[in-house]
């Protein structure tokens, strides 16, 4: 088992920054790929960022490539998601998850273990 807890989200202007962090206890993390998700209201959950276990490969959906930034550290269980010049349109609950092979995926379904989401609300 994988517990997974993120911190809290938060309102901000566009243009802004905020930096998520999600906390994993209950398994070796070194050995898991991470990956953010998103789900706006209406709208199927997506992939944002995913990091392979070791931090050395990661990758982004196009929509906020330049702007997040995924990291990880091992030795503190934690998998960060920095968010700069934030849009309106990435108003959404993010998600993070926990893939037990060791390399990320764009799918949510090869995910076991989610975090419970926390509320990103950009204002125009």
């Known amino acids: 088992q994988v517990q997974l807890v993120e911190s809290e989200g938060g309102l901000v202007q566009a243009g802004g920054s905020l930096r998520l962090s999600c906390a994993a206890s209950?398994?070796?993390?070194?050995?898991?790929?991470m990956g953010w998700f998103r789900q706006a209201p209406g709208k199927e959950r997506e992939f944002v960022a995913g990091?392979?276990?070791?931090?050395?490969?990661?990758d982004y959906a196009n929509s906020v490539k330049g702007r997040f930034a995924i990291s990880r550290d091992n030795a503190k269980n934690t998998v960060w998601l920095q968010m700069n010049s934030l849009l309106p349109e990435d108003t959404a609950v993010y998600y993070c998850?926990?893939?037990?092979?060791?390399?990320?995926?764009?799918?949510?379904?090869?995910?076991?273990?989610w975090g419970q989401g926390t509320q990103v609300t950009v204002s125009s």
């Open positions: 209950g398994r070796t993390f070194s050995s898991l790929a």
């Open positions: 998850a926990a893939a037990l092979e060791g390399y990320y995926y764009y799918t949510q379904y090869k995910y076991p273990y």
């Open positions: 990091i392979n276990w070791s931090g050395g490969s990661t």
